[in-house]
C-alpha cells in the first residue's frame, strides 16, 4: 500500500529565528485533499559526553514552553550551511567548557515526526579536554556529572522526559557499557 501524500500547494505562514512554519494542502493516498501544518527545522546535534572520571555530562536548564526546569543532554542547533560535526563539536565547548578529542557520531533520530522536519544526529563525544563553558547570551546552563547507572535510573523514574535524552541515555546503557565499568 503507497501511504504517500503529495504537495498541491504550499504556504510559508512564519518565519522566525529558530523555525518556520508552513501550511500544506496535499492529495492523501485515497484521492481526499487536506491540509498539513508543519515546522521546519535547520537540524541539531545531541551529544553523550563522557567526562574524563568516566560520568555523563548532563545538564540542567530552564525550557520556557515547558516553564520549568529539564535535565538533558548537551545540544543546540545547527546553524545555517553547518556541517553536523562542526556543530557537535561548537556545541559541546559552549555549553559545557569541553572538547571532544573522539567525536563518534552515533545515529540519527526524528523526534517530533508529526509536526516538524527536524532531524537530530547523537555524537559520542569521548576524550574530552576542559576548556571554558561560552554559552549563548540567553542561555543559562548548570552541569551535571552523572554515572550512566544514575542516569539510567533517573529516565525509569520519570526525572529525565527529555526525548532526546532519554534516548541518548538508553543507547549508551546498550552499546556502551563496557566504558563505564
Avoid at 26 to 40: A, D, F, H, S
Avoid at 130 to 153: C, G, S, Y
Avoid at 169 to 177: K, M, P, T, Y
Amino acid at each position: 500500500m503507497n501511504l504517500t501524500e503529495t504537495k498541491l500547494k504550499s504556504a510559508h505562514i512564519f518565519k522566525g529565528a529558530l523555525l518556520d512554519v508552513w501550511k500544506d494542502e496535499v492529495q492523501l493516498p485515497n484521492g481526499r485533499i487536506t491540509g498539513r501544518e508543519y515546522i521546519k527545522h535547520p537540524g541539531a546535534v545531541v551529544m553523550i559526553p563522557i567526562l574524563p572520571d568516566r560520568k555523563l555530562a548532563l545538564i540542567r536548564q530552564y525550557r520556557y514552553p515547558m516553564g520549568k526546569e529539564f535535565i538533558e543532554l548537551p545540544a543546540g542547533k545547527l546553524d545555517e550551511g553547518e556541517d553536523r560535526v562542526i556543530s557537535a563539536k561548537r556545541e559541546l565547548e559552549e555549553e559545557i567548557g569541553f572538547v571532544a578529542n573522539q567525536l563518534t557520531e552515533l545515529t540519527e533520530i526524528h523526534p517530533c515526526i508529526g509536526y516538524s522536519d527536524e532531524r537530530m544526529w547523537l555524537f559520542l563525544a569521548d576524550q574530552l579536554t576542559l576548556t571554558q563553558q561560552n554559552t549563548d547570551h540567553d542561555e543559562f546552563i548548570e552541569l551535571i556529572p552523572t554515572r550512566l547507572t544514575d542516569a539510567v535510573k533517573m529516565v525509569w523514574r520519570g526525572e529525565i522526559s527529555d526525548v532526546k535524552t532519554i534516548i541518548g541515555i538508553l543507547w549508551a546503557n546498550s552499546h556502551l557499557q563496557h566504558l563505564f565499568q
